[in-house]
């Protein structure tokens, strides 16, 4: 059976020989630099005797018997503000640095910046610079809020114009430690107590793209400012944040004038197909293509397809963040939940993805309602909860630009049907769209690896798309 779609013009998978070379070139600088600084802290902690770990976990497990906590009625649910929220989530003792707007605020200002160092980069760019900075964007409602990014290009300006691409990543959990521009220094970390795994899965596309002569910048999404809690599945949220952040590239080095190409999977797909299906929040920016793979376009689908999954955690990360902003969900969903749930929702937004497989994946969430209800059923039947989610649903809109979307027919994490549905509404108004349908096939027990495998054994095509895409546009 053949493993790719021949519907497109990526049909034809590349030779293994050339996926090969590909990776070699992302993979051999990426390893070689991980390495180094693993040997490097191992080194700095026997000189001195003391723990260095720049990536440690920031997360505080929530204390106290779960079995045993109090019920929350919707009244005192409705009223609580966001101490009482972050003190529910158990993040109460949890630091921040909370960055505060400037009253002249404008959605795309620099606030602050730090250099950093993203691994492999240097060798895939010589003299590279790579610098993180927050910067104000704009959540669903309007309300201006800070947020944070990376950008990378060359130390000098060369003398040929590098388009840039704005990567929206995939799910890496919701807790500051697993965010992007902080998992990027580390690559892979692993930690026993509390249970979790930092692991910086978009790294060999940023290398990618890097290699292919495109500048980058790359999201943390968003947060609630009040309380911390990420905006998760809010591809309203997530668009404005990568908008944003291109714009405030352009005060950091990148020429504000260059095609602009967009980058996103998973979680990343949803804010690169919301931002296409509006583009007329882009008059700020110039986009020339965009590459959106497994984007989520129905999350009350998805909640049924990943519950009893490997990703069963992302759905209390959703919940999550809509407990934190919507005083009518927390009311309606809040006195539902069982000590159990109540005991995940906790853990799980204090970790990153992959400590949330290990401590929620392959769980059935009945357990976790006091009715047995899962946390698909209760998104469904409660009427906020599922207006809430209703609101984020994609493909309502005329992309102004070429776009490749992908899926993967088995995939078990984001449902192939509900992406062809998107594909059909963009085609429906004409717009130029390139579709990828993976055939890999199924693999047992939902463990998400027809969701990402088909992602990774694609990317140097999906790379030169992209890249083919924005070089026609800078001519």
Same mark, same amino acid.
């Given at each position: 059976?053949?493993?790719?779609? =021949?519907?497109?013009?990526?049909?034809?998978?590349?030779?293994?020989?050339?996926?090969?070379?590909?990776?070699?070139?992302?993979?051999?600088?990426?390893?070689?630099?991980?390495?180094?600084?693993?040997?490097?802290?191992?080194?700095?902690?026997?000189?001195?005797?003391?723990?260095?770990?720049?990536?440690?976990?920031?997360?505080?497990?929530?204390?106290?018997?779960?079995?045993?906590?109090?019920?929350?009625?919707?009244?005192?649910?409705?009223?609580?503000?966001?101490?009482?929220?972050?003190?529910?989530?158990?993040?109460?003792?949890?630091?921040?640095?909370?960055?505060?707007?400037?009253?002249?605020?404008?959605?795309?200002?620099?606030?602050?910046?730090?250099?950093?160092?993203?691994?492999?980069?240097?060798?895939?760019?010589?003299?590279?610079?790579?610098? =993180?900075?927050?910067?104000?964007?704009?959540?669903?409602?309007?309300?201006?809020?800070?947020?944070?990014?990376?950008?990378?290009?060359?130390?000098?300006?060369?003398?040929?114009?590098?388009?840039?691409?704005?990567?929206?990543?995939?799910?890496?959990?919701?807790?500051?430690?697993?965010?992007?521009?902080?998992?990027?220094?580390?690559?892979?970390?692993?930690?026993?107590?509390?249970?979790?795994?930092?692991?910086?899965?978009?790294?060999?596309?940023?290398?990618?793209?890097?290699?292919?002569?495109?500048?980058?910048?790359?999201?943390?999404?968003?947060?609630?400012?009040?309380?911390?809690?990420?905006?998760?599945?809010?591809?309203?949220?997530?668009?404005?944040?990568?908008?944003?952040?291109?714009?405030?590239?352009?005060?950091?080095?990148?020429?504000?004038?260059?095609?602009?190409?967009?980058?996103?999977?998973?979680?990343?797909?949803?804010?690169?197909?919301?931002?296409?299906?509006?583009?007329?929040?882009?008059?700020?920016?110039?986009?020339?293509?965009?590459?959106?793979?497994?984007?989520?376009?129905?999350?009350?689908?998805?909640?049924?397809?990943?519950?009893?999954?490997?990703?069963?955690?992302?759905?209390?990360?959703?919940?999550?963040?809509?407990?934190?902003?919507?005083?009518?969900?927390?009311?309606?969903?809040?006195?539902?939940?069982?000590?159990?749930?109540?005991?995940?929702? =906790?853990?799980?937004?204090?970790?990153?993805?992959?400590?949330?497989?290990?401590?929620?994946?392959?769980?059935?969430?009945?357990?976790?309602?006091?009715?047995?209800?899962?946390?698909?059923?209760?998104?469904?039947?409660?009427?906020?909860?599922?207006?809430?989610?209703?609101?984020?649903?994609?493909?309502?809109?005329?992309?102004?630009?070429?776009?490749?979307?992908?899926?993967?027919?088995?995939?078990?994490?984001?449902?192939?049907?509900?992406?062809?549905?998107?594909?059909?509404?963009?085609?429906?108004?004409?717009?130029?769209?390139?579709?990828?349908?993976?055939?890999?096939?199924?693999?047992?027990?939902?463990?998400?690896?027809?969701?990402?495998?088909?992602?990774?054994?694609?990317?140097?095509?999906?790379?030169?798309?992209?890249?083919?895409?924005?070089?026609?546009?800078?001519?």
């Amino acid at each position: 059976m053949a493993l790719f779609s =021949r519907s497109t013009p990526l049909a034809r998978p590349y030779s293994p020989v050339r996926l090969m070379r590909t990776w070699s070139k992302i993979g051999v600088p990426l390893v070689a630099d991980f390495w180094t600084q693993v040997l490097k802290e191992s080194a700095e902690e026997f000189l001195t005797d003391q723990p260095v770990r720049p990536w440690q976990i920031q997360g505080v497990a929530p204390t106290g018997d779960t079995r045993r906590s109090p019920v929350i009625d919707a009244a005192t649910a409705a009223a609580m503000d966001a101490a009482s929220i972050r003190g529910f989530f158990g993040l109460d003792r949890c630091p921040r640095q909370a960055v505060r707007l400037p009253g002249d605020a404008a959605a795309g200002d620099v606030l602050r910046t730090v250099p950093v160092t993203v691994l492999g980069t240097p060798k895939v760019i010589r003299r590279c610079a790579a610098t =993180r900075f927050d910067y104000v964007t704009r959540d669903d409602r309007g309300e201006l809020i800070p947020a944070g990014a990376v950008v990378v290009r060359p130390e000098k300006t060369p003398a040929r114009k590098r388009p840039l691409v704005a990567v929206a990543p995939s799910t890496q959990g919701v807790a500051p430690h697993c965010d992007p521009s902080r998992s990027c220094q580390v690559g892979v970390r692993v930690s026993s107590q509390p249970v979790d795994a930092v692991i910086a899965y978009e790294l060999p596309v940023i290398l990618a793209l890097l290699a292919k002569g495109m500048d980058v910048v790359f999201i943390d999404y968003p947060r609630d400012p009040a309380t911390g809690i990420q905006l998760y599945a809010n591809h309203t949220a997530a668009g404005r944040a990568l908008i944003d952040a291109v714009v405030a590239a352009g005060q950091l080095g990148i020429d504000p004038d260059v095609p602009v190409g967009l980058w996103g999977f998973s979680q990343g797909g949803g804010a690169t197909a919301w931002v296409t299906d509006h583009g007329e929040e882009t008059a700020a920016i110039n986009v020339a293509a965009a590459f959106t793979g497994a984007p989520p376009c129905d999350l009350l689908e998805v909640g049924a397809s990943v519950d009893g999954g490997a990703a069963t955690g992302v759905l209390c990360y959703a919940m999550a963040a809509l407990i934190a902003t919507r005083p009518d969900v927390r009311a309606a969903l809040l006195p539902e939940l069982s000590p159990t749930g109540i005991a995940k929702l =906790r853990a799980s937004i204090s970790t990153c993805a992959g400590g949330t497989v290990v401590t929620a994946g392959w769980r059935p969430t009945t357990s976790w309602s006091n009715d047995g209800r899962s946390l698909a059923e209760l998104a469904l039947d409660i009427e906020p909860v599922r207006a809430a989610l209703s609101a984020q649903t994609l493909g309502g809109g005329t992309p102004r630009w070429p776009v490749l979307v992908a899926t993967a027919r088995h995939d078990d994490v984001i449902p192939a049907a509900q992406v062809r549905r998107l594909v059909r509404a963009w085609k429906a108004t004409g717009a130029e769209v390139v579709f990828h349908d993976n055939r890999l096939p199924g693999i047992p027990l939902r463990t998400a690896s027809n969701h990402f495998v088909p992602y990774y054994l694609m990317l140097p095509a999906f790379v030169d798309w992209l890249a083919a895409r924005l070089a026609a546009a800078g001519r």
